[in-house]
């Protein structure tokens, strides 16, 4: 997509952070990378990229500028490593990351861009909303949660909606829907809340009451 508008794309060398000398490869081609072409700023994308690269940003001259749109706490290690490069900008994708990009980095400016999404209006003919849940099973009082995004595989579980298997649960059920949710097709309390034409991107969040019992 850059190359098809013009501006080309930099690979680096592949790194991962539990093997060194993978780190200091792709450091030294970061930095062979900044000293050769004429870049404006350096944007880290989520806490791993800035802990990788910058130190390198830095000692370039640049500014570490730190994307994040995640509501992460802060405690994991990554996190932590983040905290110590101390980066000069935090950019979040919305008021809600920001005010938990606030906790664990108290001292550093952020801003928030939000996404580049317009609401189109209901066209003509457009189901209403109690025939679209109706036509996926899902009850009126629901909370549903649309989202639309690029996964990739990961580590995962065959057992999806765990909390199904656990006698005397209380929960309050939030269906969402999104790709990369895996199913276990083979057992029948696995199937997802969300029913056909839906089938292969339903997933289901489970609140609990306080003293409720079931998956956290």
Not at 17 to 29: C, E, I, M, T, Y
Not at 94 to 122: D, I, K
Not at 175 to 195: A, R, S
């Amino acid at each position: 997509e850059l190359e098809a508008i013009g501006r080309p794309a930099f690979m680096l060398e592949p790194l991962r952070l539990s093997r060194p000398f993978s780190l200091l490869k792709a450091r030294q081609a970061l930095r062979r990378l900044l000293r050769e072409e004429p870049f404006d700023a350096v944007v880290c994308h989520q806490p791993w990229s800035c802990v990788a690269f910058g130190p390198v940003v830095r000692a370039a001259g640049f500014p570490v500028v730190l994307w994040v749109h995640m509501a992460v706490e802060g405690g994991a290690l990554l996190d932590r490593l983040a905290r110590r490069v101390r980066p000069d900008l935090a950019v979040c994708n919305s008021e809600f990351t920001r005010s938990r990009v606030r906790r664990w980095l108290p001292n550093v400016q952020t801003e928030v861009v939000y996404g580049p999404v317009s609401l189109a209006g209901v066209h003509p003919g457009a189901p209403s909303r109690e025939e679209m849940r109706a036509s996926l099973d899902t009850p009126l009082n629901d909370t549903v949660v649309v989202m639309a995004s690029r996964l990739d595989a990961m580590k995962g579980s065959e057992l999806a909606f765990l909390d199904q298997r656990i006698p005397g649960y209380q929960r309050e059920i939030i269906n969402i829907i999104g790709m990369g949710v895996v199913e276990n097709l083979k057992d029948p309390d696995l199937q997802p809340k969300i029913k056909a034409p839906a089938h292969g991107f339903a997933v289901t969040y489970v609140r609990n009451t306080p003293k409720g019992h079931g998956a956290p």
